[in-house]
């Protein structure tokens, strides 16, 4: 029996959109930010000797210095970089958690003691952050590596990132190639975002999806994908290459359509990312960035089973999805604002949790959907940054005929600041307080709007 | 009472003379203008866990590198366009920020944008009260590279011992000659010469201009010492053709006219007897310009 059995009738679809979304939001909301990694790492900064704001912005934010360090394979290029000038006792390993105080609210949730279904539901209380071990740098020279045991609050590990990257192929910083599982080279990084809390540690751009939040999965035990592909490290090869000083970058990705799951559990497709970016300086008020990407991605509607068990990787009924954006980043000296636009679009079939072959439900069709994000720094100076986000969805195309034009549109509003008391190259410390707020349109189970709040103070740790 | 508001306002003026001092102090490049009290910040960001606070080069990380970071305090440069003992000029630390030093921990800072390291430059010339009491001083100039021929080359090689390169940068120019393990910097830490064999880029840049420069110039603070009171500047660059050729590795057009010649040097010319010269007075004019 698969997990997406097709149901047709439009009002079981939108009551159980409803009672998802609020539900669902949430628990995204907490394992997307429970969860990321980041790649702040001062095994780096112990490596070449120098503090985290020499290639942070404010850690983990990088700056373009620190973007060309990236680029360049972990190397600065000053014949320091192998291994082999380093004390044998040098090891390239950090570890970063942040034991925290959180308090999240969500006004409308489905509860069984509810009168009405919905109530009001507040958690607050000490808890910890997942933990990233971050082990990375140069195997030799021009042939680098990441490698991300991760583990979520409950100590349950995985592989965020593992890959090998040969740099500088024909001696050119236009040639690379990155091999295993990593971050899609996004400028605006989830991995590297400044806040943490469940509503405001991620990119709404980067996850959000219509209907019920999650597309279909052709097994029920598997996770399916949390978000448009963007957001998480994923499965694949990187050909990427940029200018010497990084102001001109592009990458090109094939990813094994699986979200960056192990075993291939879904299907045979490969999905595809594109970015380009290109900065450029505006005198005394910083370096300036413009650029796009896209993400083209398909994933399985069903696939064959054995005794009624889905055969892992067997997937059929392939449906496309797609991410298109642009983005900004703006400096006027110690101010910084990064703006995005991002559009989509996906199958009706995944949005409606139906196999390719079968009929679509009535009134079915591909939903789209715009983003577009601002994001604020004030760098007071390099151990204190203040932050900003707003970050807003709007659907401009239901799945089904039978939702309002702006049922499940959303917005959230993120503020905070990060204060590192101490600035060393050896290791980093923030006390990180933020407030997050996200409102979606018509997602409660009675059909009103829906609104989650966080309260964030933490102690950001990372040696 | 009369003591105590002296010794307060002596400590107001010092105040306000170091603050004015920040200020004031600037650094030119181009149409680039840096200021001190930008630069102070970005100084913080970037140099500090190294060079240090003060500017001494006893930053945190400096017991743990080798060779050590700058002492800003001294204001004793390698790389600079002018003549031995004398200042850098701006654009000198302005490409040093941007090149980096290798062989040492100091990256490249290229990815920095251009007002970041001109402010920073700016910043840098504060550590030292002899970027206000000394004159900028003259800029070497570089006559047009002569055309690279075996004879220029074998000329070189000739000067390589004459001058007793050799001493310091070994025969094979592997920086393993007799004196090199003695050799230490102004500051007395060990230093060695530069290994023409590994054909990495030089300190103070990597074309032939910038080796003509390096020996002409000298590496000051440390025993590389200045050429340009002794020898000509047609002399000067055989002797970069000929150093060229010591990097046996790298594909350059001294390593192809010496290959094309057999891989051997002609042999050395009897030594001519010259009329006495007067003394001459250090010629940083350019003077001479190709081979006669």
């Avoid at chain 1, 990705?253 to 291939?264: E, M």
């Avoid at chain 2, 009472?1 to 003379?17: D, K, N, P, Y």
């Avoid at chain 2, 055309?147 to 094979?172: A, D, N, R």
Wanted: neutral net charge; hydrophobic residues 35%; contains cysteine.
């Amino acid at each position: 029996m698969y997990a997406f059995a097709a149901v047709s009738e439009s009002f079981k679809r939108l009551f159980a959109v409803r009672c998802g979304l609020t539900t669902g939001l949430f628990v995204l909301a907490s394992v997307v930010s429970l969860t990321q990694p980041s790649a702040a790492i001062p095994a780096f900064a112990r490596k070449f000797g120098m503090p985290c704001s020499a290639c942070h912005e404010a850690w983990p934010k990088l700056n373009n210095f620190g973007q060309v360090f990236k680029d360049n394979g972990y190397q600065l290029g000053n014949d320091r970089d192998s291994p082999i000038y380093k004390d044998p006792s040098y090891w390239p390993v950090s570890f970063r958690i942040t034991p925290h105080w959180h308090r999240e609210n969500t006004d409308r949730m489905a509860t069984d003691q509810a009168p009405t279904g919905e109530q009001s539901v507040t958690t607050h209380g000490f808890d910890l952050s997942g933990l990233d071990i971050l082990t990375a740098g140069t195997l030799s020279k021009n042939i680098s590596f990441l490698l991300t045991p991760s583990a979520d609050n409950t100590a349950s590990f995985h592989f965020e990132s593992a890959w090998v990257r040969f740099d500088n192929l024909l001696k050119s910083s236009w040639l690379n190639v990155k091999v295993g599982k990593f971050e899609l080279d996004n400028i605006l990084s989830e991995k590297r975002i400044l806040t943490l809390s469940a509503n405001g540690g991620l990119y709404q751009a980067y996850h959000y999806l219509p209907q019920g939040g999650l597309p279909a999965s052709v097994d029920p035990s598997l996770p399916s994908p949390l978000g448009t592909g963007i957001g998480d490290n994923q499965l694949g090869f990187e050909v990427a290459g940029h200018s010497k000083n990084s102001y001109t970058r592009y990458s090109v990705a094939v990813l094994s359509a699986t979200d960056g799951n192990v075993s291939l559990p879904t299907n045979r497709g490969y999905d595809t990312f594109l970015t380009f970016s290109q900065a450029f300086e505006a005198g005394g008020l910083g370096l300036q960035r413009v650029g796009a990407f896209a993400y083209l991605g398909m994933y399985p509607t069903y696939g064959l089973t054995s005794g009624g068990t889905f055969l892992p990787g067997t997937g059929l009924g392939n449906k496309m999805y797609s991410q298109v954006g642009f983005y900004g980043l703006w400096y006027l000296k110690k101010l910084d604002f990064t703006t995005m636009y991002t559009h989509n679009k996906e199958s009706a079939y995944l949005a409606t949790a139906t196999p390719a072959n079968i009929a679509l439900p009535t009134g079915a069709h591909d939903p789209s959907w715009n983003g577009f994000l601002v994001e604020t720094h004030y760098t007071v100076n390099p151990q204190f940054i203040l932050i900003n986000r707003f970050d807003t969805i709007r659907m401009s195309e239901q799945p089904l005929g039978s939702l309002k034009k702006d049922f499940g549109n959303l917005n959230s509003l993120t503020f905070g600041y990060r204060w590192y008391p101490f600035m060393n190259s050896r290791d980093g410390f923030a006390i990180h307080n933020e407030y997050s707020r996200v409102t979606s349109k018509g997602i409660s189970p009675t059909g009103n709007d829906s609104t989650s709040s966080s309260v964030f103070l933490g102690f950001d740790f990372i040696f | 009472m009369a003591r105590t508001a002296q010794r307060l306002s002596f400590v107001g003026m010092l105040i306000v003379a170091v603050a004015s001092s920040l200020c004031a102090q600037e650094a030119h490049v181009g149409n680039l203008t840096g200021h001190a009290a930008d630069g102070k910040k970005l100084y913080r960001r970037f140099c500090i866990g190294c060079h240090g606070e003060r500017g001494d080069g006893a930053g945190d990380n400096a017991p743990f590198l080798d060779p050590k970071p700058r002492d800003f305090t001294a204001a004793t440069f390698k790389c600079r366009s002018t003549l031995t003992g004398n200042l850098p000029t701006d654009e000198d630390l302005y490409k040093s920020v941007g090149r980096g030093f290798n062989t040492s921990a100091m990256p490249s800072w290229a990815p920095l944008t251009a007002q970041t390291k001109i402010d920073l430059v700016a910043y840098i010339k504060s550590f030292s009260p002899r970027w206000h009491d000394e004159k900028p001083a003259d800029v070497l100039k570089i006559p047009a590279e002569t055309p690279v021929t075996i004879e220029s080359i074998s000329h070189g090689g000739e000067l390589f011992q004459k001058l007793e390169c050799w001493k310091c940068h070994g025969q094979e120019g592997r920086g393993d000659g007799p004196s090199a393990s003695t050799l230490t910097d102004s500051k007395d830490q060990p230093i060695r010469p530069y290994n023409f064999t590994g054909g990495g880029r030089f300190k103070c840049g990597a074309e032939n201009e910038d080796l003509y420069r390096i020996f002409m110039t000298g590496v000051d603070g440390t025993p590389m010492p200045s050429f340009n009171d002794v020898i000509q500047p047609v002399d000067a660059w055989d002797l970069v053709h000929y150093l060229r050729t010591l990097q046996k590795t790298r594909k350059s057009k001294e390593n192809e006219v010496l290959k094309a010649a057999g891989g051997k040097l002609l042999p050395p010319k009897p030594e001519e007897k010259k009329p006495e010269e007067p003394a001459k007075e250090p010629d940083n004019k350019g003077a001479g310009n190709g081979r006669k």
